[in-house]
């Protein structure tokens, strides 16, 4: 196989959601599949044509096999390592209005939290252009964040760009321990993601601008601010780029972030420019909240032109 351009490491979990609106306590159906973080950028980058690897731990069962093929089967290379002493995670979606989803996650001691140093094969990182993790993975134990350095450790000795997306969860840890831990990765990192709340748990107390000159002094060249319906902003050394969103009628917000990512990164190793590279990862945002899923909603190229140029205009504000 052609060495990936990005590598990318998390946990991946079995999904089941509601197929109608209301409680998870009255619902009639649910349906099947998979979701995670640095799974769902790898399935949207490999979809804009970018040759992604995702590494993981899955238990040895029915939902680690689905996993593993599901991602495989659009594309990526898989690196899934059964864990015979741990069950593969799981995650369940409802939504309780049509305008709101809530996600229940049931991954304590789970065969992705068990992800190691071991684990990271020789060559890996170091043959991609680009490492992906996020501030989910350092945060599931002990040994996962060992991993998650050893791979920016490996990244930063050979030459390949860091990126991260801090996608804090709440349930994993505080904000006064999650905060230290994902800053430091920020300021080893070539580019950082996140919203206005995340960079402020980065840095309590101070504007975006500043969480950005506080990044770049630490030798992030790129700060990019996801805002949701309202587009992008992207912070360098002086300067600042922003992008409106695209108008829609969201159907599951979840996973927006991520295909955001994918955008952005497939964009970026295409060569654009920054206002391409924006609009890309802007409309890839919008077109992850148009039907059910983490993932499911991914563009490919064709459906990306097909949806920029007649299907959605960007919102203008």
């Not at 109608?20 to 399935?43: D, P, T, Y």
């Not at 990044?215 to 790129?222: F, N």
């Not at 902003?233 to 994918?262: C, E, L, Y």
């Amino acid at each position: 196989m052609t060495s990936p351009s990005v590598v990318t490491l998390g946990e991946t979990m079995a999904l089941v959601r509601t197929t109608e609106i209301g409680s998870l306590r009255h619902a009639n159906s649910l349906a099947f599949g998979i979701g995670g973080a640095e799974s769902n950028v790898a399935i949207g980058l490999a979809r804009l044509g970018i040759p992604t690897s995702w590494l993981g731990r899955v238990g040895d069962d029915s939902l680690g096999e689905r996993v593993a093929r599901e991602i495989r089967g659009d594309g990526v290379d898989v690196r899934a390592i059964v864990d015979p002493d741990a069950a593969t995670g799981l995650m369940v979606k409802e939504r309780p209005s049509a305008a709101s989803t809530a996600v229940h996650y049931y991954r304590a001691g789970s065969a992705g939290s068990r992800l190691r140093p071991e684990d990271l094969p020789d060559g890996w990182v170091e043959h991609a252009s680009l490492l992906h993790i996020t501030g989910i993975t350092p945060l599931l134990s002990d040994t996962a964040e060992a991993a998650v350095h050893l791979a920016i450790d490996r990244a930063r000795a050979a030459g390949t760009r860091v990126s991260f997306d801090i996608n804090y969860r709440s349930a994993l840890a505080s904000p006064a321990v999650a905060g230290p831990a994902l800053r430091d990765i920020a300021e080893r990192s070539d580019v950082v993601f996140g919203g206005a709340e995340e960079f402020a748990i980065l840095y309590p107390g101070i504007s975006v601008a500043d969480a950005a000159a506080r990044l770049h002094d630490a030798g992030c060249a790129t700060t990019v601010l996801k805002q949701g319906p309202d587009g992008a902003s992207v912070f360098t050394a002086g300067s600042v780029v922003g992008a409106p969103g695209f108008a829609i009628a969201p159907v599951d917000t979840v996973g927006a972030g991520d295909a955001f990512v994918a955008g952005y990164l497939s964009a970026l190793l295409d060569g654009q420019d920054l206002e391409a590279v924006l609009r890309r990862a802007n409309a890839c945002g919008a077109m992850a909240c148009l039907v059910p899923g983490d993932w499911e909603a991914a563009p490919t190229l064709r459906d990306l032109e097909r949806f920029v140029d007649g299907d959605s205009d960007p919102v203008r504000r």
